[in-house]
């Protein structure tokens, strides 16, 4: 759900709540929108500490990661796709800033983040890394 979306609900709500039950209905509503926050935040520190018990950059099978991903994505979904943290490529902080994942057998999968959400990724297959190019995502650009 995009931000605005979510702004403009809990301004429905409180004001639903104050045309339906005056000052206890913006209490009421008030109290939903925390526990949403609190639910959103929950949900969010769970997915970085599983990935950060996992080892960095590690991913049980690359050519299914590159099967799960999806443009659009953003960083703290495709962290609960992988359990674990993406090795940085480039310099931190920059755009587009590109993490990779390898699993046991040497296959990796590189993804771009542009503005925080998904824009490029490429699964770079061991046996082919010197002779070929790498794959990259069905269906050429997003």
Do not use: C
């Not at 979510?6 to 639903?16: E, F, I, K």
């Not at 960083?75 to 699993?103: K, M």
């Amino acid at each position: 759900m995009s931000a605005a979306l979510g702004w403009a609900l809990a301004a429905a709500a409180l004001a639903v709540g104050y045309v339906q039950w005056g000052w206890r209905g913006v209490v009421l509503a008030a109290t939903v929108i925390a526990f949403w926050l609190l639910l959103q935040f929950s949900r969010a520190l769970r997915v970085l500490r599983n990935a950060g018990r996992a080892p960095i950059g590690q991913v049980a099978s690359a050519v299914m990661l590159h099967a799960r991903l999806q443009a659009g994505q953003r960083l703290p979904q495709i962290l609960a796709l992988t359990s674990s943290l993406g090795t940085p490529q480039h310099a931190a902080g920059g755009d587009p800033e590109v993490f990779e994942w390898r699993d046991g057998g040497g296959d990796a999968v590189r993804v771009e983040l542009v503005g925080g959400k998904l824009a490029r990724w490429q699964l770079i297959r061991a046996v082919d890394a010197a002779a070929a190019p790498p794959a990259t995502n069905p269906g050429g650009e997003p």
